[in-house]
């Protein structure tokens, strides 16, 4: 896993050196403009001292293999360096993205796991009935839309778009948060947090509950089964003695994303739903060049993905004894 983050991180800080502008260039021509507007001439507002000065501020004037082990050295300190952008430690930049993005991962990760291993199960039992052609139309509209537009429809109909107004059009919580009580207070954040949330699990939904389906499927046309039913068991003691454990073993794979959940954001759900989270602050890193709070973002990122993959094999040896780590 060590060797795994360090080239992580050695080829995003090599991609960005290829990025162009940065600190630099942003600090520069702000104080340019800020320059401009009291009447100064731009092109002579800053000399080539002081363009030095700001490139030693930020760091810039050292090669970018002495940048990078510079970097390697604060994070071994856990120190992530200093958003260029906010101008406070990259740590509590990112934590501060925490508590709603978490909420959307946890959320919907859990409630994916609890309604589809069910679902595709169900889905399985009653294979090619109405009830799975009925419902597969559903889940595959639900996966072919694209989160954010079916963020905008969900606006439309149902968030006093133009018919119903059952939901708030965005943010997180009402403009008298502070007046409510604490049931108040939690209900209406749920209240906000509907559409959002049915945007996030979209896809994922619709691939988890494919996805048991079609294990358990396979677990179900195996010669074990067929020996099972030959001996009297029941077709529902035989899926759920024997069958249901084998299928889990593919869903084992999808639990590695509960490590990486405290970093879900999409950039476009968070956009049509005016919801500050992680995705709008990767988006807004990248453009504004503050390489502190990406590279600090993708190292995370790395590491809890990392561990996801641990997790995931952990979870195949507690699934199937055929599997050890030995």
């Known amino acids: 896993m060590i060797p795994t983050i360090l080239g992580i991180t050695l080829v995003c800080f090599i991609l960005i050196q290829f990025v162009p502008g940065g600190p630099v260039e942003e600090m520069i021509a702000r104080v340019r403009s800020a320059q ?70 946890l959320t919907s990760f859990f409630l994916s796991y609890i309604i589809c291993i069910p679902l595709g199960m169900l889905k399985a039992v009653k294979n090619k009935s109405i009830f799975d052609t009925i419902s597969s139309i559903v889940i595959f509209t639900g996966y072919v839309i694209p989160g954010y537009a079916l963020g905008i429809l969900l606006i439309i109909f149902l968030g006093g778009g133009s018919f119903l107004n059952w939901f708030p059009l965005s943010g997180i919580v009402s403009d008298n948060f502070e007046e409510l009580s604490f049931f108040g207070k939690f209900f209406d954040f749920l209240h906000h947090m509907v559409l959002p949330l049915i945007c996030y699990m979209a896809s994922e939904f619709a691939f988890l509950t494919m996805l048991m389906k079609n294990s358990l499927l396979e677990e179900i046309n195996k010669d074990y089964m067929r020996t099972a039913l030959v001996k009297g068991a029941s077709f529902n003691t035989a899926v759920w003695k024997h069958a249901f454990r084998n299928s889990l073993i593919p869903l084992a794979t999808r639990m590695s ?56 094999d952990i979870l195949y040896a507690a699934i199937d004894p055929r599997i050890t780590f030995k």
């Open 257 to 312: 994303q509960i490590f990486t959940i405290m970093f879900a954001g999409a950039l476009l759900i968070e956009k049509v739903f005016d919801i500050d989270g992680m995705g709008l602050l990767v988006f807004n890193s990248i453009v504004s060049r503050d390489y502190n709070v990406v590279m600090g973002i993708i190292l995370l990122t790395s590491i809890m993905t990392l561990l996801g993959r641990l997790f995931s």
């Open 36 to 105: 401009s507007m009291r009447g100064m001439d731009a092109s002579h507002s800053i000399s080539e001292e002081e363009i030095e000065n700001i490139k030693a501020y930020y760091g810039f004037d050292k090669p970018a293999y002495i940048r990078y082990f510079t970097w390697l050295g604060n994070v071994m300190r856990l120190n992530l360096g200093t958003s260029y952008s906010y101008e406070e430690p990259v740590w509590n930049v990112i934590v501060s993205k925490f508590p709603i993005s978490l909420f959307f991962g």
